[in-house]
Structures are given as structure tokens and as C-alpha cells.
């Protein structure tokens, strides 16, 4: 089942996110994830909002 979802994952996948998963660190692979999203900031309220955001 591991190496199915490994043969789908982009050829540009993230390396960590593909070396989490070989390994089968799934609490590692959420922890990974859970950084990513922080790091990723805000939700934007609105889709303009979201514009404003991309334009600049």
C-alpha cells in the first residue's frame, strides 16, 4: 500500500514528505505537515482578501 501511494507522489514532491512516508513515520509525517501549515499563515477571510495577497 506504502509504495502505491509512493509511485503517485509527484516526481517534485517534497523530499521530507517523501522520506517520511518510505519510512512509514505516519505520527512524523502529520507532525510535518501540522509545521508546514502553520508556516503557511492565515486563512484569508475572503477571495478577495486573497487577491490583495497574490498581487502583492
Avoid at 509504495?3 to 517534485?12: G, I, K, T
Wanted: charged share 30%; proline share 5%.
Amino acid at each position: 500500500m506504502r509504495q502505491a501511494f509512493l509511485d503517485e507522489l509527484p516526481e517534485d514532491a517534497d523530499v521530507v514528505w517523501r522520506e517520511l512516508v518510505e519510512c512509514g513515520e505516519e505520527l512524523e509525517v502529520y507532525n510535518h505537515l501540522v509545521a508546514q501549515a502553520k508556516g503557511a499563515g492565515p486563512i484569508p477571510k475572503s477571495s478577495e482578501s486573497l487577491r490583495e495577497s497574490a498581487n502583492t
